[in-house]
T-cell receptor
Framework: RKEVEQDPGPFNVPEGATVAFNCTYSNSASQSFFWYRQDCRKEPKLLMSVYSSGNEDGRFTAQLNRASQYISLLIRDSKLSDSATYLC?????????????FGAGTQVVVTP | DVKVTQSSRYLVKRTGEKVFLECVQDMDHENMFWYRQDPGLGLRLIYFSYDVKMKEKGDIPEGYSVSREKKERFSLILESASTNQTSMYLCASNAPGEYSGNTIYFGEGSWLTVV
């Protein structure tokens, strides 16, 4: 079983709509959580950290549910430029050297 | 502007060739990583290094070796390239500890095709 699992999608979203997707993690000791964005044939870049109380960054909202062991990302008022693959990233306390656990990504396609 | 630079973006190599992928970071990060990324499999860690001359195997080290002689430089070596090593290779660096997840920076990737 993978440490971090994501629905690969694609999620096809009309421009202006809302899309949400989850990421589940297997280790209850997971410590830190992040969403990264990766454009086609480009490197991943940090989108946002995920805090226990949930957090927003503009049109993006991230939530953490420790009891059910998943994090979520919601994108409101989707833009064409939001089309990308969104990677879920998790750290474990044992990864003291800064190793990260990556999900395989959820592809989002925003259509006009 | 922080930078992780992978010197080779696109390479085509023959089976059996020795391949060197070079990575340099300018952020004075202790940690450096080599990942490969394949469709449906996501990023898989090959090797990482937490200090000069230190290295640890990741999840898929077979067929690869690494070298870190200077803090800013981390090289990935394919001793004898095989077709199943055709992939995109990503170098990354970060600082250890609590904020490792939001301090990781990636290079632009090296697309390797082995024929």
């Amino acid at each position: 079983r993978k440490e971090v699992e994501q629905d690969p999608g694609p999620f096809n979203v009309p421009e202006g709509a809302t899309v949400a997707f989850n990421c589940t993690y297997s280790n209850s000791a997971s410590q830190s959580f992040f969403w990264y964005r990766q454009d086609c044939r480009k490197e991943p870049k940090l989108l946002m950290s995920v805090y226990s109380s949930g957090n927003e960054d503009g049109r993006f909202t991230a939530q953490l549910n420790r009891a059910s062991q998943y994090i979520s990302l919601l994108i409101r008022d989707s833009k064409l430029s939001d089309s990308a693959t969104y990677l879920c990233v998790v750290t474990l306390p044992t990864d003291s050297w800064g190793k990260l656990q990556f999900g395989a990504g959820t592809q989002v396609v925003v259509t006009p | 502007d922080v930078k992780v630079t992978q010197s080779s973006r696109y390479l085509v190599k023959r089976t059996g060739e020795k391949v060197f992928l070079e990575c340099v970071q300018d952020m004075d990060h202790e940690n450096m990583f080599w990942y490969r990324q394949d469709p449906g499999l996501g990023l898989r860690l090959i090797y990482f290094s937490y200090d000069v001359k230190m290295k640890e195997k990741g999840d898929i080290p077979e067929g690869y070796s690494v070298s870190r002689e200077k803090k800013e430089r981390f090289s990935l070596i394919l001793e004898s390239a095989s077709t199943n090593q055709t992939s995109m290779y990503l170098c990354a660096s970060n600082a250890p500890g609590e904020y490792s997840g939001n301090t990781i920076y990636f290079g632009e990737g090296s697309w390797l095709t082995v024929v």
